[in-house]
């Protein structure tokens, strides 16, 4: 079975310019999130899909950052403009359940870099 | 507010030694606590988890946490480090009122011959 699939792995570009990171979850996997790592610290949630509605966007910086599930499958999270302190791992997990404390199978993330 | 810390962002022990990775939680609740490993260029990997009942969790490649509520502890360890076992380890903690984990800042394991 695959797994979280990300890309592009790394992404340079330069501040304001904007910048796009796409995921596809594990087939069949409802849920879908988007984290941020900083550089060392652990992953911070960013946003929740289940299915395909964003149900905690509460993390999101909402006048820089969109992301969108369509069809409930892939995603797209979207920075414009990106500011220097963006550079971070950008990382999908997916999961087959909507509730609860399960387990979140994540992608490798893609490493941004601005400046 | 409820959360994790870890301590010691790096910890180093020779190969066949025990290893011992410590996660504190604060929680108003019983808490569901996780162990993640990432290896380099890699995602997470859920190691154990722990919601109730037995407070030994066991996991992949030879790794088991004890729950203590007394101590406010899920500290993580193997009884023999393998060359392997050089990642990074998060402890996190299932916030259930608002349906996620928060991520403890992790701590970076090297295991050296």
């Known amino acids: 079975e695959a797994g979280v699939v990300q890309s592009p792995r790394y992404k340079i570009i330069e501040k304001k310019q904007p910048v796009a990171f796409w995921c596809n979850p594990i087939?069949?996997?409802?849920?879908l999130y988007w984290y941020r790592q900083n550089l060392g610290q652990g992953p911070e949630l960013l946003i929740r899909?289940?299915?395909?509605?964003?149900?905690?966007d509460s993390q999101l910086p909402k006048d820089r950052f969109s992301a969108e599930r369509l069809k409930g499958v892939d995603s797209t999270l979207k920075i414009q403009p990106a500011e220097l302190g963006d550079s971070a791992v950008y990382l999908c997990?997916?999961?087959?359940?909507?509730?609860?404390?399960?387990?979140?199978?994540f992608g490798p993330g893609t490493r941004l870099t601005v400046t | 507010a409820q959360s994790v810390t870890q301590l010691g962002s790096h910890v180093s022990v020779s190969e066949g030694a025990l290893v011992l990775l410590r996660c504190n939680y604060s929680?108003?609740?019983?808490?569901?606590l996780f162990w993640y490993v990432q290896y380099p260029n890699q995602g997470l990997q859920l190691l154990l988890k722990?919601?109730?009942?037995?407070?030994l969790v066991k996991g992949i490649n030879g790794f088991e946490a004890e729950f203590k509520k007394s101590e406010t502890s899920f500290h993580l360890t193997k009884p023999s480090a393998h060359m392997s076992d050089a990642a990074e380890y998060f402890c996190?903690?299932?916030?259930?009122?608002?349906?996620?984990?928060?991520f403890g800042a992790g701590t970076r394991l090297a295991v050296h011959p």
């Open positions: 899909y289940e299915n395909e509605e964003a149900v905690d």
């Open positions: 722990y919601t109730t009942g037995a407070t």
């Open positions: 997990a997916s999961s087959p359940y909507l509730q609860g404390a399960n387990e979140q199978y």
């Open positions: 929680s108003s609740v019983p808490p569901y």
């Open positions: 087939s069949g996997h409802n849920t």
């Open positions: 996190a903690f299932f916030e259930g009122g608002y349906n996620k984990l928060i």
